[in-house]
């Protein structure tokens, strides 16, 4: 049995959001509003933000610096979401550096492995 992650998911849809409550059990998802721009405020037993693409990559990009830029979340985990048509968003994960891309729909198979990666990478 994995250890179970407790994850931010930001930029969801209500779809999105519903689909990951379903499918990442035993982790927990948060959804954590993308307007918040107090990432302070950021429940503390969160270990990993799973982060579902903008339209643009440009759009990814600026959720990825904001993220990036702040103390809370600079080193934390990030799982980005794309939708399976859509490969340009590889660029951005490269740039943030701690992350993963999955591509929609995820299972909790491919999930665990992104994040088994994080904790190799960390231990």
């Given at each position: 049995m994995p250890t179970p992650f407790t994850l931010a998911v930001m930029e969801a849809t209500d779809?999105?959001?519903s689909h990951c409550q379903v499918t990442i059990t035993p982790?927990?998802?948060?959804?954590?509003?993308s307007d918040r721009n107090d990432l302070d405020q950021l429940p503390?037993?969160?270990e990993a933000l799973l982060v579902y693409?903008?339209?643009?990559?440009?759009?990814?990009?600026?959720?990825?610096?904001?993220?990036?830029?702040?103390?809370?979340?600079?080193?934390?985990p990030i799982i980005f979401v794309a939708p399976s048509y859509d490969i340009t968003h590889t660029f951005v994960v490269q740039?943030?550096?701690n992350a993963e891309l999955l591509t929609e729909p995820f299972t909790l198979d491919?999930?665990?492995?992104?994040?088994e990666e994080f904790t190799t990478e960390t231990s």
């Open positions: 779809p999105q959001f982790h927990q998802a948060v959804a954590w509003a503390d037993d969160i693409t903008g339209k643009t990559q440009q759009d990814t990009l600026v959720v990825c610096e904001r993220l990036r830029s702040h103390t809370r979340t600079a080193s934390m740039r943030a550096g491919e999930l665990q492995d992104c994040l």
